[in-house]
């Protein structure tokens, strides 16, 4: 509304075209309201009712097996998420019954019709959305936050001991302020305060760097959608959370210097006949504190070291095609109302003008764009192979264009590539990757074999493996 319409009042009741169809504008979503998953920040929000003009190629709002919705119900008053998952697992109980009996599970062995009867529903919390990204998101963040508490803690012990050797020089001031009637109290009091500010500094600092390294982290997201869906700000939450810690750091660190310094013999020091032995009590609190310093930086250095490694493990892994000089872009003519014949032939020119393009050396087309994160799996029969009860038969799948293997630099080691005469209405043929090869054929030349689409005793294999 904002960005695109300036903010216009009027816009309620205005017409948009959204995929060239025409739709009014009924109301504004409220300021930070960003949708439900994490990494996605939709601008329009449309009715699921009108999926089939907005998105003609795949509709799917008659099928009920079909599972793309997020489901989202908000709790009556007194009803827990117990409750509500109960009811919920009695419905879904009734529905998976009664879809055994349904045509399309003639083909399920009796092994996957016993799995899908003992399937359940769950209720999770949805007060944070459902995001992918998130999930995966969490256990590295986790790891990170621990590295960071270890460095926190070797600042704070450095911090500590710097204020011991501070304490020490001051023994004669707090021994006379001791001495003329000052409490340990308030003197304990002022060094903690003292404490407190130095730690409530670093916090006000530590903001600063974390919104720049944050900021950081985020530019390191894979796509730009999720890049400018994130933010680096901090919030109440970050707020409280820095103050917390910068408090604990203050009081715990705080209190040995402090204790220390109280710890003065008065008549002693206010002679100056043992200082020797002040500075003793001092220098053996501050090297027990080097020693913690010393070890649990020895503990990072090895984790770090560690993560380093792991990192260049992940940097040498052959991603099983040449990522240099390799452009990618998606579209999709259906949204805009092209119909199969019309989109075939779309793509037909698209590759022959891409092609005759300066500098571009070949092009390929593929469903799954490459190193998206998405994936298309299906249950398979293969020719010759006996799958076991509780098998994994769903390995993932792509539809490609001739030249795609050549265009991404991956090879074709056995048989051939697709080409021209693989076109609709022909003899179907696939090309499986040498772990499918080796999987299902070990040692024996996967080519002349066939496999097919699901895994029931009634399916036949009618795709010929082809490379």
């Given at each position: ?163 011991v050797a501070k304490a020490t020089n001051r023994r004669k001031e707090i021994a006379v302020r001791l001495a003329i009637g000052a409490g340990k109290r308030h003197i304990l009091k002022q060094l ?276």
């Amino acid at each position: 509304w904002r960005q695109r319409f300036a903010a216009d009042e009027g816009i309620i009741g205005e017409a948009i075209r959204v995929n060239g169809h025409p739709m009014t504008v009924v109301g504004v979503a409220a300021p930070g309201f960003q949708g439900v998953s994490l990494g996605f920040r939709p601008k329009l929000h449309i009715p699921v009712t009108m999926k089939r003009q907005v998105t003609p190629s795949w509709d799917d709002l008659d099928n009920r097996r079909s599972r793309w919705l997020q489901v989202f119900a908000r709790l009556k008053a007194g009803v827990t998420r117990e409750q509500a998952e109960a009811s919920i697992r009695t419905l879904h109980k009734q529905i998976i019954t009664m879809e055994v009996e349904e045509p399309y599970f003639a083909n399920v062995r009796a092994y996957h019709k016993e799995q899908f009867l003992r399937s359940h529903a769950v209720v999770l919390p949805g007060g944070q959305g459902d995001s992918g990204m998130r999930r995966s998101l969490e256990t590295p963040l986790k790891v990170l936050m621990g590295f960071v508490g270890l460095v926190l803690f070797i600042t704070c012990a450095n911090v500590s001991n710097l204020l011991v050797a501070k304490a020490t020089n001051r023994r004669k001031e707090i021994a006379v302020r001791l001495a003329i009637g000052a409490g340990k109290r308030h003197i304990l009091k002022q060094l903690l305060v003292e404490s407190f500010l130095l730690a409530l500094t670093g916090g006000a600092l530590a903001l600063l760097v974390g919104y720049v390294t944050s900021r950081g982290l985020i530019l390191l997201a894979p796509s730009e959608e999720q890049r400018l869906a994130l933010s680096a700000a901090p919030d109440g939450r970050i707020l409280g959370f820095n103050l917390m810690v910068s408090v604990i750091a203050a009081f715990g660190f705080g209190l040995i210097p402090a204790f220390q310094a109280l710890g003065t013999d008065l008549v002693s020091t206010i002679k100056q006949q043992s200082a020797s032995t002040s500075a003793g009590q001092g220098a053996r609190i501050r090297k027990a504190l080097v020693v913690v310093q010393v070890v649990v930086a020895l503990l990072l250095l090895v984790g770090s070291g560690l993560f380093v490694q792991s990192l260049k493990k992940l940097h040498e892994i052959d991603p099983g095609f040449q990522p240099t000089n390799l452009v990618r872009f998606k579209l999709n003519p259906t949204l805009g109302g092209y119909d199969t014949a019309r989109t075939k032939a779309f793509y037909a020119r698209l590759r022959e003008r891409l092609q005759a393009l300066a500098g571009v050396e070949s092009v390929g087309l593929a469903v799954v764009a490459i190193m998206e994160g998405d994936e298309w799996d299906s249950s398979v029969t293969v020719e010759g192979y006996r799958a076991a009860d509780d098998e994994n038969m769903n390995p993932h799948f792509n539809s490609i264009s001739p030249d795609y293997f050549e265009t991404l630099g991956m090879e074709v080691k056995k048989g051939r590539d697709f080409d021209l005469r693989d076109t609709e209405g022909a003899k179907p043929v696939v090309v499986v990757n040498e772990t499918f090869a080796a999987r299902y054929f070990e040692d024996e030349s996967p080519l002349g074999y066939h496999m097919g689409f699901g895994g029931g005793p009634n399916v036949i294999p009618d795709m010929e493996i082809v490379g």
